[in-house]
């Protein structure tokens, strides 16, 4: 199946920080990716739907100014966490559709001390 | 709002033995996934049902899919301890493109 990779694949940071992680799809070029966010014992929630080449979706309740979407090309997509606090650390998980497959990446776990 | 439920959310069998995973949702859908999660990982994908009566098998594992009814299956065929993991179905709806995930079902299997 196709591959998608995530940048970095674990990360600490002090609280007030920004952390960007990248997503890639590696072999196929993806339109549409999307990000999630998975708390322990949980399921993955929806955070935000990245298009290329244009303004993400967020779903309700998710601060786009907190959690930055940049989709610059059709195989890479950027999160960025801006001035994280220790309540936004969590495993975020990157997804890319490739016809009727959604790929997931390995996942980022973010901890904010 | 699309509402995915899946049932049981724990699952504590013996090898050797079958069960049976549910996954019922509250709207029209023209797709629906099963993913595996294993602790500290990401998902995996295991099966992807397109239409009513859609039935797919994977070793121990058969998927199925009954649209009228809103509902599908992952049937475990003689379990196994590799089975071990969490098991999440994911709905998307005939009118969008994001996925809502059912609640996910960790399944253990004991020797």
């Known amino acids: 199946g196709a591959v998608v990779s995530q940048h970095p694949s674990r990360v600490i940071c002090k609280s007030g920080t920004s952390v960007k992680i990248e997503c890639r799809s590696l072999?196929?070029?993806?339109?549409?990716m999307f990000w999630y966010r998975q708390f322990p014992k949980q399921s993955l929630m929806l955070m935000a739907t990245?298009?290329?080449?244009?303004?993400?979706?967020?779903e309700q309740g998710v601060e786009k100014d907190k959690f930055l979407i940049n989709h610059a090309s059709l195989t890479l997509s950027t999160l960025t966490v801006t001035s994280a606090h220790p309540e936004d650390s969590s495993f975020y998980i990157c997804?890319?559709?490739?016809?009727?497959?959604?790929?997931f990446g390995p996942g980022t776990r973010l901890t904010v001390l | 709002e699309l509402k995915v439920e899946q049932n049981p959310l724990f699952l504590s069998m013996q090898e050797g033995k079958n069960y049976t995973i549910y996954c019922n949702y509250s709207t029209t859908s023209d797709r629906l996934y099963w993913y595996r999660q294993d602790p500290g990982k990401s998902l995996e994908s295991l099966f992807v049902l397109l239409s009513n009566g859609a039935v797919k098998q994977e070793g121990r594992l058969m998927a199925s899919l009954d649209t009228k009814a809103r509902l599908s299956t992952l049937h475990i065929t003689a379990a196994v301890h590799d089975l071990s993991a969490t098991y999440f179905c994911?709905?998307?709806?005939?009118?969008?493109?994001?996925?809502?995930f059912g609640e996910g079902t960790q399944l253990t299997v004991n020797p």
């Open positions: 072999d196929f070029q993806a339109t549409t």
């Open positions: 990245s298009n290329e080449g244009s303004k993400a979706t967020y």
């Open positions: 997804s890319a559709r490739e016809t009727t497959q959604q790929f």
């Open positions: 994911a709905v998307r709806e005939t009118s969008g493109s994001r996925l809502t």
